[in-house]
């Protein structure tokens, strides 16, 4: 299995149930797309005195090593989407894993603690 995963901290004016419902779409799509896979969405916060504050989302892929050039096609539409809506979305990948290859563009590997640049 593939495993990697995509930080989205949004910095636009839409409230962030807003957001959550379109992220939870687009992830239902790429299950079903991606069946024999696994796609784990989950709120990040941080803790502040009085209240803990929604900061963003973070995206977990368990995906089969082997998945076909439409999945990948697929990922990559979604990374593209992410960024154009003000995600801001990081992807994070495990040091020893393989390259991600989207729309014939190569994206290096990027470490938990690295950020990749334009993702598309």
């Not at 939870?24 to 941080?46: A, F, K, Y």
């Not at 990374?79 to 894993?97: E, H, I, K, S, W």
């Not at 390259?99 to 603690?113: E, M, T």
């Amino acid at each position: 299995m593939a495993q990697f995963a995509i930080r989205c901290l949004p910095r636009v004016p839409v409230a962030a149930d807003e957001l959550e419902r379109w992220l939870e779409r687009e992830l239902e799509e790429l299950r079903h797309d991606i069946p024999q896979g696994t796609i784990r969405l989950s709120r990040l916060t941080e803790p502040l005195p009085t209240i803990d504050v929604d900061i963003g989302w973070l995206i977990e892929f368990d995906l089969p090593v082997d998945q076909s050039q439409h999945d990948r096609g697929r990922l990559a539409s979604m990374l593209r989407d992410l960024r154009l809506l003000g995600f801001q979305p990081t992807l994070l990948t495990p040091p020893d894993a393989p390259r991600f290859q989207a729309s014939g563009r190569v994206l290096a590997k990027v470490s938990a603690h690295q950020a990749l640049g334009p993702l598309i």
